[in-house]
């Protein structure tokens, strides 16, 4: 059979972005050996296993014939009732129908680039910032332009001429123990944030993962809760870090117009969240204590960050940098000049040790002696040795 047409060529949009960066760096810890500070997980000794398999017993045991149907776009009521209860208890006030229950708070992401982005758009991300992020608004078409940052955030006189010159649509922000740096953004420097927003125009996008998995000091306002920005800030949660990422369970408060808009992006693209799914963790809310658990997750890992520094003095070579995170999964850390942390990492992986290079979080020019560091997934112990054998590949 020689008379064969090809099939048609990919979307231009498919075909120029690469393999997903977060999928290769995944692949480097898969070997047992290997301690690993690359990967953005949870530590999974932490999940509630037992608590969340009784809740899947019960709304399978009381509501099968409810949980194992489709369900509606917007998600489950009760779920979408405690995850309002919980932000209006942190100090933004919110109506269940504010939400949209998401399949992890990266489809948030998708649905926001459906609704508001066309091709060509630009896009400001803080400096560096979430890889999947700048994936996901790649695929969209927009043109993705760093926002210069400092300890604290984004710049706000930076930010400012920018939006006026650039005209974005949207300013994609991790204000709260951001990935990758662990950066936490001061109140001040949000309300400027939030004054930009309001003096010259810009959707915000504040994605926060990460917030409740505080160890030290006050929690900060969401971006959401400051009145300059409120009607063109979009809050993004997750159930990831708190609870577990398999269940893919995220959650997203937007404006009304928006919010329709991203209810209809979510039709077309899965119907709606998983129903049991849903279920199991509304009643999860309901008969567990997630402060407690919360309280378990965030002690254990203290320790893992305190364990991380203490060792890195020895680890890195001298010249090195690095911040303390108050809580969250990463911290962030410059080699000295002329170090390349991407050629570093070979010589690491050689002593079974691995890291994240910080060039792929980079929306414009990368500085090559950045790496981020995870310190959820081992134990202090392990976290020790891994160091030890970083500063044998470092030669620290
Ligand atoms: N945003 C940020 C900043 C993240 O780090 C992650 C996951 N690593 C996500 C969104 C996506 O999380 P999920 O889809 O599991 O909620």
């Given at each position: 059979m020689s008379n064969r047409a090809d099939a048609p060529a990919l979307a231009a949009r498919a075909a120029s972005v690469g393999a997903s960066p977060v999928r290769e760096i995944l692949a480097l810890t898969a070997r047992p050996e290997v301690i690993s500070f690359a990967g953005g997980l949870p530590a999974p000794e932490l999940f509630d296993a037992a608590g969340l398999r009784a809740a899947y017993d019960r709304v399978l045991a009381e509501r099968p014939h409810q949980v194992l149907q489709y369900s509606t776009t917007e998600g489950d009521p009760e779920l979408r009732g405690a995850v309002a209860a919980r932000l209006t208890g942190g100090g933004l006030a919110t109506g269940a129908d504010d939400l949209i229950i998401t399949t992890g708070s990266q489809q948030g992401l998708a649905l926001l680039a459906t609704a508001l982005l066309e091709p060509g758009d630009t896009v400001l991300v803080e400096d560096p910032s979430y890889l999947a992020a700048l994936q996901c608004f790649g695929l969209a078409g927009a043109r993705v332009l760093p926002v210069p940052t400092d300890a604290d955030g984004v710049d706000p006189v930076a930010l400012a001429e920018l939006v006026r010159g650039e005209r974005p649509k949207l300013l994609y922000l991790?204000?709260?123990?951001?990935?990758?740096?662990?950066r936490t953004m001061p109140g001040p420097r949000r309300r400027a944030v939030a004054e930009v927003a309001e003096r010259h125009g810009v959707w915000i996008v504040e994605d926060d993962p990460y917030g409740e998995l505080r160890f030290e000091g006050e929690r900060e306002p969401w971006?959401?809760?400051?009145?300059?920005a409120a009607d063109r800030t979009v809050l993004l949660g997750s159930f990831?870090?708190?609870?577990?990422?398999?269940?893919r369970l995220g959650w997203l408060r937007a404006p009304a117009a928006l919010r329709r808009a991203c209810v209809i992006a979510k039709q077309a693209a899965d119907l709606h969240t998983s129903t049991v799914d849903q279920a199991a963790a509304a009643r999860y809310l309901a008969d567990s204590d997630l402060d407690a658990h919360l309280a378990k997750v965030t002690a254990a890992y203290r320790a893992r960050r305190d364990a991380l520094l203490a060792g890195l003095p020895q680890a890195l070579p001298a010249g090195s940098s690095w911040n303390r995170p108050a809580g969250g999964m990463f911290l962030w850390v410059r080699l000295p000049d002329g170090h390349d942390a991407t050629a570093l990492l070979t010589r690491a992986v050689a002593q079974d040790v691995a890291y994240v290079p910080?060039?792929?979080?980079?929306?414009?020019?990368?500085?090559?002696?950045a790496l981020r560091m995870s310190f959820t997934t081992h134990t202090p112990e392990e976290i020790a040795e891994g160091l030890r054998r970083l500063g044998k590949a470092l030669g620290g």
């Open positions: 991790v204000p709260t123990f951001q990935n990758p740096t662990g971006l959401a809760s400051y009145p300059a990831s870090k708190v609870l577990a990422p398999g269940l910080g060039a792929p979080f980079f929306a414009g020019p990368a500085d090559a002696a």
